[in-house]
């Protein structure tokens, strides 16, 4: 069974960084695309970040475009999300999701790591 | 980034069929890309109820359909339970600009 565990979230002050962290297990995570997705407080959800299986394609937000930066490392499982030029507005749960690209859905997505921008 | 609007919120007695819609654009819905449909339960992560317009993943009731008319699908729910309060968004994929788009998310409540 496909896991994916976030990690790195926190407390940062408005204009700082942030650097997430995902963890996959259960599949051979070089063979899919994987996403963030995030959801403000008490808001829907809303897609930040994609990252194609072996890093040709990348796509971004426009919310969040020229300040976050996806990337990812297929030898160690994991996937990253550097956050840069923080706002109030990017405070939410952050999703990893793993994307079935054939179709462009997600079918399995991890807990969520909170990130609050406030000073 | 382009939205797909659903309704804030809909609501049935139990046994009661309801219907979510979920309108977009020439270049996401209307461009026929897929539509597809999480449920998120209070508290809980979005799970996947419906992919590729009217596809059921493995152990979601057959309760729940889906289907896609030019730019705009919907999601039924019938013989409603309790248990089927929870937020319900679609997603689909839009070409101007690139990239996945969510619906803006629908309550579900059970009269």
């Known amino acids: 069974e496909a896991q994916l565990v976030e990690s790195g979230g926190g407390l940062v002050k408005p204009g700082g960084s942030l650097r997430l962290s995902c963890s996959a297990t259960?599949?051979?995570?070089?063979?899919?695309?994987i996403n963030w997705v995030r959801q403000a407080p008490g808001k829907g959800l809303e897609w930040v970040a994609s990252?194609?299986?072996?890093?040709?394609?990348?796509h971004y937000a426009d919310s969040i475009k020229g300040r976050f930066t996806v990337s990812r490392d297929n030898e160690k499982n994991s996937l990253y999300l550097q956050m840069d030029s923080l706002r109030g507005e990017d405070t939410a749960l952050y999703y990893c999701?793993?994307?079935?690209?054939?179709?462009?859905?997600?079918?399995?997505w991890g807990q969520g790591t909170l990130v609050t921008v406030s000073s | 980034q382009s939205v797909l609007t659903q309704p804030p919120s809909v609501s049935g007695a139990p046994g009661q069929r309801v219907t979510i819609t979920c309108i977009g654009s020439?270049?996401?819905?209307?461009?026929?890309?897929?539509v597809h449909w999480y449920q998120q339960l209070p508290g809980a992560v979005p799970k996947l109820l419906i992919y590729?317009?009217?596809n059921r993943p493995s152990g979601v009731a057959d309760r729940f359909s889906g289907s896609k008319s030019g730019s705009s699908a919907s999601l039924a729910i019938s013989g409603l339970q309790a248990e089927d309060e929870a937020d319900y968004y679609c997603?689909?994929?839009?070409?101007?600009?690139?990239?996945?788009?969510f619906g803006t998310g629908t309550k579900v409540t059970v009269l």
């Open positions: 259960g599949f051979t995570f070089s063979q899919y695309a």
């Open positions: 999701v793993r994307e079935i690209s054939s179709w462009y859905y997600f079918d399995s």
């Open positions: 990252i194609s299986a072996v890093s040709t394609y990348i």
């Open positions: 590729g317009n009217t």
């Open positions: 020439s270049s996401n819905i209307g461009a026929d890309y897929d």
């Open positions: 997603q689909s994929y839009d070409s101007s600009p690139i990239g996945p788009v």
